[in-house]
């Protein structure tokens, strides 16, 4: 290993990410689970499937936390704690909550409980809107506890959530991650179905270009999660507050490993072997062992991905809340504000039954993802003039405040915005 590769990697590398941690994986049907040790997703993955006899290719295998969130990323997986609770999901297969699977168990054993059961199914499908406005009216408005920051400090805020954050503000920078993660997933999922995907080459090719992009560039801006993060607010940014480094942002955020193109390192300074300590190199890794040696189209795709990443301007990481964390509603999607004004506001870091109604905010595409944004791309790719601008213009109506407004349930207009 050259002087220069050897220094790059031992600044890069993070160690906790070589640590042997245990953890527990169920299926989707929670009927069996079994202990696996393992440093690495990848690994999990091997390990999980061998143990519950899954047979699908690692690649077809999605993990989940009990909350529903999805564990995709390696540096994601090293924050989780050990001996969390994992859900192996094979393709086709559906997750289910734990309140889901209470409610179907309740249905079979007794029916006195099952009309109590669809009792409060009643309750969370007639009407939820009117119901959540007047839950929002009766909650406790204490603020003694606001400004809390610490699990120490506040436990009650902390209590039944399955994380590993030490902090109010670190728990929902990832929480807004989880959601802007969310979107990718479902755009992937959009252009990966369409026909210009599937059966124009040139098209598929360009469209997984876009793909690289979008996941690069979500990168370098930390999946946008200071938009929740108070810590972030603009009463700070406006007095000079950097973005954070790796030293002072959360274990979980992608701040954490330095963006870097990995492909142009490569090919100046690594062998094959040295590219095993890259950080998505167990992904790579195991798919080189079963696909001898031949890279998939994606990895290809993030190697000689033609679009360039803009840098996160500090200045720009600002969140949605103020200094406390309180949060006002934008109103909806054709409106310049919100018409109920102070009555749509929510401060989650005050209370654990803030952060569970904060949870029924949305944000909501001005120019919608499905109906507009990703036929767009499709129908660029399969013309074959997939520009920058067009691309960056795409990425920002899909994942920031160009495009996005954060709004109560009330004001979430769910049919077409035309």
Excluded at 56 to 68: K, P, Q, R, T
């Amino acid at each position: 290993m050259s002087l220069i590769a050897n220094c790059f990697r031992r600044l890069t590398e993070t160690p906790a990410k070589n640590e042997l941690k245990g953890y527990k994986v169920t299926d989707v049907n929670r009927i069996r689970k079994v202990g696996v040790a393992c440093r690495s997703l990848q690994e999990l993955k091997r390990k999980a499937c061998a143990k519950l006899n899954v047979t699908n290719d690692l690649a077809e295998i999605n993990v989940y936390l009990l909350d529903g969130s999805l564990i995709d990323e390696e540096e994601y997986f090293s924050t989780l704690k050990p001996q969390t609770t994992l859900i192996l999901q094979k393709p086709g297969e559906k997750v289910l909550s734990d309140a889901d699977l209470l409610y179907n168990t309740l249905r079979r054993v007794n029916i006195d409980i099952l009309i109590a059961g669809e009792k409060a199914s009643e309750f969370l499908t007639e009407n939820l809107k009117a119901k959540v406005a007047v839950l929002n009216n009766v909650l406790n408005k204490d603020d003694s506890k606001t400004m809390y920051s610490s699990r120490d400090e506040h436990p009650e805020w902390f209590r039944g959530l399955e994380t590993n954050c030490t902090t109010k503000e670190a728990y929902l920078h990832r929480r807004c991650q989880d959601r802007i993660r969310g979107y990718l997933y479902k755009t992937i999922e959009q252009i990966k179905s369409s026909d210009a995907f599937t059966k124009d080459p040139r098209a598929r090719k360009q469209l997984l270009y876009a793909i690289a992009f979008f996941k690069m560039q979500l990168k370098e801006d930390h999946y946008f999660g200071f938009y929740f993060d108070r810590s972030r607010a603009k009463t700070v940014a406006t007095k000079g507050a950097d973005e954070p480094d790796s030293a002072e942002c959360y274990d979980h955020c992608p701040c954490k490993l330095k963006w870097v193109d990995y492909s142009t390192y490569f090919r100046l300074f690594g062998t094959e072997e040295e590219k095993c300590d890259d950080v998505d190199s167990v992904k790579k890794r195991n798919k080189r062992n079963s696909l001898a040696d031949l890279k998939t189209e994606e990895e290809e795709a993030e190697e000689n991905c033609p679009y360039k990443i803009k840098r996160t301007e500090k200045e720009t990481c600002v969140a949605l809340c103020d200094h406390t964390g309180e949060f006002r509603c934008w109103g909806q999607w054709n409106e310049e504000k919100c018409s109920y004004g102070d009555r749509h506001k929510i401060n989650p870091y005050r209370s654990k039954e803030e952060l569970i109604l904060f949870s029924t905010w949305n944000f909501d595409h001005k120019i919608e993802r499905s109906r507009t944004l990703i036929p767009l791309l499709l129908k660029l790719a399969s013309q074959g003039n997939t520009k920058e601008t067009d691309l960056i213009d795409i990425y920002d109506n899909l994942f920031t405040m160009k495009n996005l407004r954060l709004i109560h349930i009330v004001c979430h207009d769910k049919c077409a915005h035309k």
